[in-house]
């Protein structure tokens, strides 16, 4: 092995000479010698002598002879990578180029074929095949680097957690965007949008035909003027939402616009369903108060420039509380779930309806000319309401009470026109059930009065205020006392007394009427007793059912406890009750009323005859009396068709086996035609007003007749 001298200062090169010819490996030694001083020439005569050199030095270049002693130069080739770090030139005898050719393809850099010439001019071919190397090594650099930044770029494209792509925005002539090209999009991209890789190059306009026109002039606005947006904007033809930010990509092109996609369908659904609880109302799905306010207060800011009126109609539905109590929660959702439905159906688009809670709604009227228009509205909503429903297999009625008031004339502030609308519908409710009210100013002070009277009734209860009177029932064979009423008083401190008629339809709408019913029977049932106890002869005392007390689900338990209480026996209570609260739930009733027997209690029906009792009812209900109401007998003397109805009523009652009793008998006549007719029972002024305890107990003594000598 003999090493070339080195020359200068300039970089030597290593060449390894691997030649087992001595004659060409001494000619190709002087050219090197000769021509490239700087040349170290590491020479070796066989592979083993090459491998032993690879050991110690690194080639810049190696000139190996094809055929070895030990072997081939391709064996050199494929027993070691080295030579990817340095070219490798195989020389090879004149006819040997198939040779030559393997080893090329076996990774050589080049063949040469030996011949004199040849070893002279190889200095300058071995230069010119290190520069030749030295330039492919940087183009596999470069490429190498080229592939290693691509795939990072590609593992940081595809580790975004966002859907991410790069597009190409279209522009016509005139500089409006016609389309946009996908040219890059990532896993989560196509995950987001349905548009896999099949899609890039693609017109989006051919992908997503409905494509909202937004998306191409946000992206174009991108591309042509580079600064970036956020935005977020649900795309309709796939069904999503996207938060976005799109931005020109850095990389020269001007027509590229690369966007970050997030998916916040999930998100924007769960706000909505949040805005649309916090606006609605869950059971009815109609505009909560909150929406309702909001409505009223645009139909007001539009009505101030058009001149036109806003109408804020209230309903509040008569006797739901009644129908939610006895016929269960349930049955009660379904209705007004009914009633909602039928309010919906019955306004204009520009109009609006909600529900305020419980079983208030109201209708907003918007833009309308005159009030004469709005009243219309009012009797046509009322009558669609008053509508028989089917729920659960069973026909109700439903009526409503509707107060009305009116943007400009009665306020131009929301809240304000709900509040008087609110007061007209009270007093609509209390004037005449199924009916609609204009607001009026003087409402609110009658309100207030009765909000007052509400407050003193509550005070009255826990102080004890009233007191019974007792109205004497006669039989009208003997003249003699057969039983009496229980009517309450409420003795006012300024007021003085207080008659039922101003109190009893507050109480009962209050709901105070049950414990002011509990105690009217426990003071009846008590005074019975003492009646008794005080030695005189007692008649069965008869008390007033309110219909919320008859409804109340544990009423014999209650009765059956008031009598314990008192010692009374139960045949010795009876109970009125009026034809309109059974006939709000005939079936129930008759259940209830069996029970109220079972108990040994007497019923009778009171105002007999205003109410709607079929005939077929009448039957079932297990009563002992029917009481012909007073507007009846008032006319007995003087008009025939009332005379003819009081006749058929005590007919009625004796074919069913019940007792007749006539109320409010103030004359003789009257009273002579009810003995004609063969009525059983009296009770009138005629023979005697409603007595305080003290006076009815002396009747009771005197034990005279009260009917006047025929
Ligand atoms: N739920 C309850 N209701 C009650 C109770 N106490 C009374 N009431 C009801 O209040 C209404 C008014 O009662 P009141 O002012 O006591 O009038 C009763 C009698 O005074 C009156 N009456 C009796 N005879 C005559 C008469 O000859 N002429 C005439 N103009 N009025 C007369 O009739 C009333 C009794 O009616 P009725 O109950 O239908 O038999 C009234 O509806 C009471 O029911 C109570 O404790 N609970």
Redesign the pocket.
Known sequence: MTKAPSSGQAKSLSIFLIEDDTAHAELIRRAFQEQSPRVQLYQAASLAGYHALLKQHSPDLVLMDINLPDGRALQALADSHDHRAFPLLVMTAYGNEELAVEALKGGAFDYLVKSPDLFRRLPVIVQGALREWQLLQQRRQAQADLQASERHYHSLFESIDEGFCVMEVEFDDDGTVSDLRLREINRIFSAQTGLGPECLSHSIRELLPEIDPFWLQTYGAVARTGEAIRFQRPEQQLGRFFDVYAFRPDNGSRNQVAALYRDITEQKRYEEQLKHLATHDVLTGLANRTLLLDRLEQAIHYAHRSGRLVAALLFDLDRFKVINDSLGHNFGDQLLRAVAGRLQHCIRETDSVARLGGDEFVVILAEVADMKDIALVAGHLLEQLNQPYRVEDREIRLSASLGISLFPRDSDDSATLLRNADMAMYRAKRLERSSFLFYAPEMNQRLQETLELEEALRQALEQEQFLL?Y?PKVNLVTGQICGC????RWQHAQRGLI???QF?PLAEETGL?VPL?DW?LRQACAQTCQWRDAGLQPVPVA????AR?FRKGDLTQRLQSILQHSGLAAGELEL?LTESMIMDNPQQAVQIMHELKQLGLSLSL??FGTGYSSLNYLRRFPVDNL?I??SFIRDVATDTSGASVVTSIIQIAHNLGLGAVA????TRDQLDFLRRCGCDQL????FS??LPAEDFAALLREGRSLTPPI
């Open positions: 009177l109205q009423e229980a009517l309450v008659s039922p008629a009893i009427i019913g009217v008390v007033n059912l309110s007390q009125e009171d105002d009481k109401d007073r109320e409010g008998v103030e009770q009138g002024y005629l007003k409603p």
